[in-house]
């Protein structure tokens, strides 16, 4: 099974090291406009093979791609001083309107996943492109807030003393400051958080909830200012999708996809929780049992993004 990665910086070669180290994959092929960045990558984590799982690790262009199942999208340009969000997205739609066609002409059956910032917006024209070469939206799909939900995740198991992978919380909307933490689901091996705490005599009080929401909603910012960038986490977090698509696991991850609504905003991509297979995208995002709260800010998150599609659109046709 083949995976090709375009952007080979922190995160695409992070990716590609996650899949290494838990065998996901036969080939992978890393694709950057810095060749000699990339084939640095590739010989890199060739020689990490002998220490983890048998895969071939290649550099390559564009039609190397040929074959691929799935091909991640950690592409794009940073952010110039003064420049605003709007002009930072505008350049990255530039980047993508190249990249897009590139990739679907060396690998018209595969499966794109976006890791590039902002995430919701950058799938959202993915989409638009790919659509105009008949791929479905379907075969789309951004990280959306799979690192804000496992951030939240292990938090809260650390509060109560659980492993992560029994306590069930989603992050959703936007990737960044305005996403939703949808404290009124969360629940510990199927138990509610407070009954959960109360059994157990576990504190658990405004505070406590107020400062794991503040850690999640600005973990990014900490770990920037620590160490410059964020890699460990998402670079696993686009493995674990790799690994759901390869093995059609029907999984369910606050991933992005288009939307047709979202609390009450039209034809957006934000994160919401989807169940993702072999295929992709499976149908529409599922339900949730949000409080009126919960939803006014997912509306609010939405409708912020869905301001810069529609002002990125007109940008792009002007």
Known sequence: MKIGIVGSGLVGA??????????????????????????????????????????????????????????????????????????????NATVFKQVVPAILNAAPDAILVVATNPVDIMTHLTARYAAQM?????????????????????????????DSRHVHAYVIGEHGDSEVLVWSMVAVGGVPLLEFCNDRGITWNDEIKAGIENRVRNAAYHIINGKGATYYGIGSALARVVDIILHDQRSILTICNPERNVAGVEDVTVAMPHMLGGNGVIGEHNPLSLTDEERSQLHHSASLIKGLITDLIEQEGA
Do not use: W
């Open 134 to 162: 008949g791929v479905s939206p379907d075969r789309v799909l951004g990280s959306g807030t799979m690192l804000d939900t496992a951030r939240f995740r292990a938090l809260l198991a650390r509060h109560v003393g659980v």
């Open 14 to 91: 992070t990716a590609a090291y996650a899949m290494v180290m838990n065998g996901i994959g036969r080939q992978i092929v890393l694709v950057d406009l810095n060749k000699e960045r990339a084939q640095a990558e590739a010989d890199d984590l060739y020689h990490a093979v002998p220490f983890a799982s048998p895969l071939e690790i290649t550099a390559g262009d564009y039609e190397d791609l040929a074959g691929c199942r799935v091909v991640i999208i950690a592409a794009g340009v940073g952010q110039r001083p003064g420049e605003t969000r709007l002009q930072l997205l505008g350049r």
